[in-house]
Each structure stands twice: as C-alpha cells, then as structure tokens.
C-alpha cells in the first residue's frame, strides 16, 4: 500500500522559513517522480515544484529563487525547502508522486496534506 505523509508545516511570519517532508512507503521511490502542490483557500490545487527520479527539477516561478525541491533516496522522503515566506503562500502543501517516466500531471499517488500559514 502506498503512503506518502508530509510533515514540517506550521505558523511562520513573512519572511521566515519552513522544511516540508514527504516520506513515502510502498513504491519503488527511486525511480519515482516527486511532487509538491498547495491548494489556498478557494483556489484550485497547484503545482508548485517536482523531482524526477534523476534529480532534474522544476518550479513554478512564482515560487522560483525562494524554494527548493530535493530528494534522498535512501531515506524514501522528498522535501520542499521554503524561504523568504510570504502571505501568499499560505495553503495546504501536498506531496505527490508517480511514475517518472509519465507526464507529472498523470502522478496519482497524494498525501493528506500539511498546513502553512504565513502571517504576522
């Protein structure tokens, strides 16, 4: 059975910095595509960032300078690196993953998502 569980969300003021985690079980994580969306109230769920199962990544650019998406294959967990924090960031982050081979937005493995708020 699959399970990806995020962790490291919080409260943290505007310009700070927070580490998400993702740990995953149940898939071959190495050569599994890595994902993070956040989903702001009465918003649509977005892309923020992925991983392939090589390390080549991508971000969104409003995102872009700020966060950092990474993987550790031997701990089975990807993590998204959050700097420079802005209100607008404030949404529920969620981990994704699938194979790496298929088109990111055909990724059907989800966690149950961590919380980020950004205010002072």
């Known amino acids: 059975q699959v399970q990806l569980v995020e962790s490291g969300g919080g409260l943290v003021q505007p310009g700070g910095s927070l580490r998400l985690s993702c740990a995953a079980s149940g898939i071959g994580f190495s050569i599994y595509g890595m994902a993070w969306y956040r989903q702001a109230p009465g918003k649509q769920r977005e892309l923020v960032a992925f991983?392939?199962?090589?390390?080549?990544?991508n971000v969104v650019d409003s995102i872009k300078g700020r966060f950092t998406i990474s993987r550790d294959n031997a701990k089975n967990t990807v993590y998204l690196q959050m700097n420079s924090l802005k209100p607008e960031d404030t949404a529920v982050y969620y981990c994704n993953a699938g194979p790496s081979i298929a088109p990111v937005h055909t990724w059907t493995f989800w966690g149950q998502g961590t919380q980020v708020t950004v205010s002072s």
């Open positions: 991983i392939t199962s090589g390390g080549r990544t």
